[in-house]
């Protein structure tokens, strides 16, 4: 076990996120079909993104809030890598001209930019549907509520109840001003819900009862809102450090975000309340979620 269990509980955190990204890492190689695959291209870029480096957050909280309530983490490892895999697509298509046009992702050119939009957009696609076909596998080799509930939990936090919605409106809000009740609709729908859906899928894998594998769900959105924020936050303070300027609470960033509507001090008062609250959860069900406790602190520290 890779969690704060046996042996484990002695092991630094970090060095437990380290494991679980190493193994995660060889999880995907056996979820993506080979570069070699016909036609090399589409494999190429769907393996160009998805072996960027990623941090693995959400596929390894499918991971640890399956071995927390005590299941074995080797059922979820399909749906954590199908995590991952929506993810990237999410990021291909979020750097698309059509959306943030963004040059780099992960440190390196955007897919956009190395094959193409049109490929890019099949990239994209190409990794949801090899998600859907990972968890579809998964849920025929152990047809129960557990995987077609987990399958289930994945695809609401990715879609139109969930990450794709809030992408909808973010979009649609692009350049308009946004209050405060639309923001947090944005946030908990585009951050939120995969964070969530990660949790909760990880939970019901793993055996928990609706009303536990709930609790993980609650987590999973206070942490994704407060991952959102100081997302936002961090934009706003390494730009203002590139530039050398001073980093006033009130300055004004293009886009609406917690930060210019709140003001960086307020925003990071949020966003480490939302984590607390995470915490608690964690503490009320107990040591066997110490490492998503860990997960959760260290998330509020984060400076990429
Ligand atoms: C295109 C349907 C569709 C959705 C796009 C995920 C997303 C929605 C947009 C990405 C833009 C963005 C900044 C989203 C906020 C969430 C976020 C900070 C994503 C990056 O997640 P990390 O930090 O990335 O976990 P890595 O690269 O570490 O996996």
């Known amino acids: 076990t890779f969690s704060n269990r046996g042996a484990g509980a002695m092991m630094d955190f970090k060095e437990q996120m380290c494991r679980w990204i190493e193994f995660i890492e060889g999880s995907l190689e056996n979820y993506i079909p080979k570069q070699e695959a016909f036609p090399p291209v589409i494999f190429e870029a769907m393996r160009y993104s998805l072996f ?130 639309t923001l947090e609709f944005i946030h908990i729908n585009k951050t939120a819900a995969m964070i969530r859906a990660a949790l909760k899928a990880g939970a019901i894998l793993g055996g928990a009862t609706e009303l536990v594998a709930e609790k993980f769900a609650l987590a999973g959105e206070k942490i994704g809102v407060a991952f959102q924020i100081l997302d936002d936050i961090l934009d706003v303070t390494s730009t203002m450090e590139e530039l050398g300027k001073p980093i006033h609470s009130d300055e004004k960033n293009e886009k609406t975000t917690y930060v210019n509507l709140y003001g960086i001090e307020k925003s990071r008062e949020i966003a480490f309340r939302l984590s607390d609250e995470a915490v608690s959860i964690w503490d009320e069900l107990g040591d066997s979620c110490n490492f998503l406790k860990g997960l959760t602190k260290y998330l509020t520290k984060r400076t990429n």
């Open 52 to 181: 960027a480096g990623g941090k693995r957050l959400r596929p390894m909280m499918v991971l640890a809030a399956c071995e927390a309530v005590g299941g074995d983490k080797e059922e979820a490892v399909p749906f954590a890598c199908a995590m991952e895999m929506i993810h990237t697509y999410s990021l291909i298509h979020d750097d698309l001209p059509a959306m943030d046009n963004d040059d780099y992702r992960r440190g390196r050119l955007t897919s956009h930019k190395v094959f193409g939009e049109d490929m890019a957009i099949l990239a994209g696609d190409g990794l949801l549907h090899n998600a859907m076909e990972v968890m579809a596998e998964a849920c025929n080799l152990n047809p129960c509520h557990k995987t077609t509930g987990a399958m289930q939990a994945i695809a609401q936090g990715a879609g139109i109840h969930g990450m794709l919605v809030g992408q909808v409106v973010d979009v649609f809000y692009e350049g308009k001003p946004l209050d405060r009740k």
